[in-house]
């Protein structure tokens, strides 16, 4: 409700959050996904639990903290729950103010409870609202309870929460490195998004000390390439078929040398976004790749939007936590040239049409 600019009372609210409260808020608008906030509310007086008042969502007082939604909120958002197929309930944390039952937040969970049993999934998000329908007898198995609110927020955000990234760490895909490349200690370069593998295809042929690993979700692409490396009788490139979103971590954590470089070029940018932005480039992939690469090690961004370029090279630098530099010191924004002398097919056909790319090069510093 703050970063809807509506007023909350202080001890409800995170410093500083309320720019990536924003944030989430444009994302669901551009998908389209509906979000409703209590109109009214049931406060009590702080210095007065015994005093309770019904006050419009943006006309509480100071001095009054809201305990549960009022009558108007539970009508608005009851008459929409029944033709959603999926919610969210996001509510506030147990303040230790609640004394008297909350029968709006119940009201609310019956109802949700009611659509659940006919197929909608539910999510309850806080431990007041948990509260309120864990009171429900013979709960529905579709709504899931999630009572610590800021692991929420956390996930909401973007953020990969270390319980989940250590158990992506210990799942590892059962990639044979040894039977992939014919010598699995070699430095590791990774192209994710490696699409008809032209890039890794002349890196492979130039550089014999090295193993090359192409990660493309295309799985026609992939398997084209990979009779691609059957043919050339490669040692020292291979091809996976994957969503490199969630896999690039449990693909190449299992891998025995060195991740030296990362190639990221050409995503394709997300044209229904305010910033052009590919919907690979997920924080969690930054941080698995800031996480496995060497001391020293290098990512690689190209694009030919230069917003796309602007938006992974600050995703990198954001999210790196101060690991990771620019590399490039001519004092020029973008790399004139391809530091690889090998180049992708987007890169090619862009060029063909003398338009130009927009290259940088990040290096891991500690
Ligand atoms: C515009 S093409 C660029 C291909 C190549 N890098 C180039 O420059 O020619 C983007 C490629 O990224 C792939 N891609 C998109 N999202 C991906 C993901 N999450 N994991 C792996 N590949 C992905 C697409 O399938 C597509 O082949």
């Given at each position: ?16 959050a309320?720019?990536?409260?924003q ?12 979000i ?5 509310f049931v406060?009590?007086?702080n210095t007065?639990?015994?005093l309770?008042?019904?006050f ?6 100071a ?7 009022g009558p108007?909120s539970l009508?608005k958002?009851?008459?929409?729950i029944?033709s959603c ?12 103010v609640?004394k008297?039952d ?5 009201q609310?969970a019956a ?6 049993k ?5 999510f309850?998000a806080?431990?007041?609202p ?8 013979r709960?529905s198995s579709?709504i ?12 909401l955000k ?14 590892t ?18 192209d ?11 890196m ?5 000390d090295?193993?090359?690993?192409g990660?493309?979700m ?11 490396v059957?043919?050339s ?7 996976i078929s994957?969503d ?15 991740l030296?470089?990362?190639?990221i070029q050409?995503p394709?940018?997300?044209?229904n976004r305010?910033v052009y932005?590919?919907?690979m480039m997920?924080r ?13 090690g ?22 790196g ?5 620019i590399?490039?010191?001519?004092g020029e924004e973008?790399?004139e ?30």
């Amino acid at each position: 409700m703050n970063g809807l600019n509506l007023p909350v009372p202080p001890c409800f609210l995170e410093k500083d959050a309320t720019g990536e409260v924003q944030k989430l808020i444009q994302t669901a608008q551009n998908r389209e996904i509906p979000i409703f906030y209590p109109a009214d509310f049931v406060c009590i007086k702080n210095t007065n639990h015994e005093l309770s008042k019904m006050f419009g969502s943006d006309e509480i007082l100071a001095g009054w903290t809201p305990v549960d939604i009022g009558p108007k909120s539970l009508e608005k958002i009851s008459s929409v729950i029944s033709s959603c197929q999926k919610v969210l309930w996001i509510g506030p944390p147990d303040l230790g103010v609640l004394k008297k039952d909350t029968l709006g937040a119940s009201q609310l969970a019956a109802s949700l409870d009611k659509s659940s049993k006919n197929g909608c999934e539910i999510f309850v998000a806080g431990s007041t609202p948990c509260k309120a329908v864990e009171r429900i007898p013979r709960l529905s198995s579709q709504i899931t309870l999630l009572k610590n609110i800021t692991v929420v927020w956390e996930f909401l955000k973007g953020r990969s929460l270390p319980g989940i990234a250590a158990l992506d760490k210990a799942y590892t895909h059962a990639i044979r490195w040894d039977s992939v490349f014919s010598d699995p200690s070699l430095p590791l370069i990774v192209d994710i998004g490696s699409g008809n593998g032209l890039f890794l295809f002349q890196m492979g042929r130039k550089v014999k000390d090295s193993n090359f690993l192409g990660l493309e979700m295309n799985k026609k692409l992939v398997s084209r390439c990979l009779n691609g490396v059957l043919l050339s009788k490669s040692k020292n490139l291979y091809f996976i078929s994957t969503d490199a979103t969630s896999n690039f971590g449990p693909i190449v954590s299992s891998y025995l040398g060195a991740l030296v470089l990362v190639t990221i070029q050409c995503p394709n940018p997300d044209f229904n976004r305010d910033v052009y932005r590919w919907k690979m480039m997920r924080r969690t992939l930054v941080e698995a790749i800031i996480d496995l690469l060497a001391i020293n090690g290098k990512v690689f961004l190209q694009s030919d939007i230069e917003a796309v370029t602007i938006g992974m090279r600050e995703q990198f630098i954001t999210y790196g936590r101060g690991k990771m530099v620019i590399d490039v010191d001519d004092g020029e924004e973008w790399m004139e040239e391809n530091p690889f002398g090998a180049r992708t097919d987007w890169e090619l056909h862009t060029m063909a049409r003398g338009k130009p790319m927009y290259r940088t090069l990040l290096r891991k510093t500690g």
